[in-house]
């Protein structure tokens, strides 16, 4: 599969739950004019605290290098989690051009701004504590979920997340949620164009906000998703676990979008380096 441009962030390689092998699975069986990196790549925070970096982790960004030594684009945006990385916005490192933000053009001439997205977080102030405390949930959802797909594995059932099942099922969570993505659409509004692409909330969403598309191409710990552009300039999101298919796309740029799930290459795990 050949896109006009595809969208992936918070990966989070370096941390436990980065769903590393469905993603290089993403990479090794499609193709792009431009890769958009956009933020949150590599989670600089949590190797802070403890280093964990599996074969896979490293066969992610190996891959990433080898499709920026090529015909591809690829555009690196830091977020709040790989910041260190702004320091170099303006520069180009291993073919990567590293950006702030920019403006992407789609094939049918709409125009979104392209953003990590952390600076939206105002629109979801709270305090320190509860910030802790909900950190502290977060993680151990993320734990239990480990369990529960370990299970679901054994039984043939396919990837689910339980922290995206949670966050949009408790009213604070969801409302919190609805603040971020109206403060991002409201940016779009803003600069006169048609629409948004970030990350950073773990929340993928492709809908129509205050008469501009807001889009969010969710993450690689809980949703295993990515934003890919068609050739005629259609936006689709994209679930890439153990069963991949198209969840939302953009029929404002096609009536007759189809969105129904397809057939997709089966996962293949990275194979081991002989020694």
């Not at 409302?175 to 006169?192: D, P």
Request: aromatic share 10%; glycine share 6%.
């Amino acid at each position: 599969m050949h896109y006009n441009a595809i969208w992936l962030s918070d990966i989070h390689l370096g941390f436990r739950d980065c769903k590393a092998e469905y993603l290089l699975n993403l990479l090794n069986n499609t193709q792009c004019d431009t890769l958009y990196l956009v933020g949150d790549i590599i989670d600089f925070e949590m190797m802070n605290r403890t280093i964990h970096w599996p074969e896979s982790h490293q066969e992610v960004l190996r891959k990433i290098i080898n499709i920026a030594s090529g015909d591809t684009r690829v555009v690196y945006i830091p977020g709040n989690h790989d910041y260190q990385v702004r320091e170099f916005i303006g520069n180009i490192l291993l073919n990567v051009e590293i950006l702030s933000r920019l403006v992407h053009t789609n094939a049918d001439g709409r125009q979104y701004l392209v953003t990590h997205g952390d600076e939206f977080d105002h629109a979801v102030l709270c305090s320190r504590f509860l910030k802790m405390v909900g950190d502290a949930s977060y993680y151990q959802l993320l734990r239990l979920n480990r369990v529960i797909n370990r299970v679901r594995k054994c039984l043939g059932l396919p990837y689910w997340s339980l922290a995206y099942y949670v966050k949009n099922r408790v009213g604070n969570a969801r409302k919190a949620i609805e603040h971020y993505e109206q403060a991002a659409a409201q940016e779009a509004v803003r600069q006169g164009l048609d629409g948004i692409i970030c990350g950073h909330l773990h929340q993928p969403e492709l809908r129509t906000i205050n008469g501009v598309l807001y889009c969010n191409d969710g993450d690689w710990v809980e949703s295993c998703t990515a934003l890919v552009e068609h050739r005629q300039g259609r936006l689709e999101l994209v679930h890439w676990a153990d069963i991949k298919q198209p969840i939302k796309c953009d029929s404002a740029a096609n009536d007759k979008a189809y969105c129904a799930p397809y057939p997709l290459p089966p996962l293949q795990k990275p194979a081991r380096k002989q020694s």
